[in-house]
């Protein structure tokens, strides 16, 4: 085994990983992180030429396209503190990033989310009443 230090190498992640999350959805950075996962292994395993190594690449080829930015991190005592960001392509609208009344979000609207995404607990916890698991 070996020791690798890479301090250039880990400071480019992070800032990377901060544009990431300006730039993507949410769904699709936690997505990414698996794939993330899997393409280490594939490449670990001398796996490079497969196709399942091309597919994934192709996935993160398109999660990259609007990853642009500047990211300025604080280094202190081997910590990396995000500062600032920005990019051209962030999704964050500060004239939607509000839970006051506007053109754009429906505070009734969020019901509707709590509903449906609250469906499968609700479901599981009746199911657990009806045969007394409680």
């Given at each position: ?10 400071i480019l992640y ?39 190594t091309k597919a ?5 080829k398109t999660t ?71």
């Amino acid at each position: 085994r070996g020791v690798y230090e890479t301090p250039g190498g880990a400071i480019l992640y992070k800032a990377h990983k901060v544009l990431e999350t300006i730039c993507l959805d949410k769904e699709t950075v936690h997505y990414k992180a698996l794939v993330a996962q899997k393409l280490g292994e594939l490449v670990y395993n001398a796996q490079w030429f497969t196709p399942l190594t091309k597919a994934i690449l192709s996935f993160v080829k398109t999660t990259q396209e609007t990853v642009t930015g500047d990211v300025t991190l604080k280094l202190y005592k081997g910590n990396m503190i995000n500062a600032g960001v920005s990019s051209p392509y962030s999704l964050y609208d500060p004239e939607i990033a509000t839970f006051d009344e506007d053109d754009v979000y429906n505070q009734s609207d969020a019901t509707g989310f709590i509903n449906l995404y609250g469906l499968p607990t609700s479901v599981y916890a009746k199911m657990k009443a009806k045969n007394g698991l409680n």
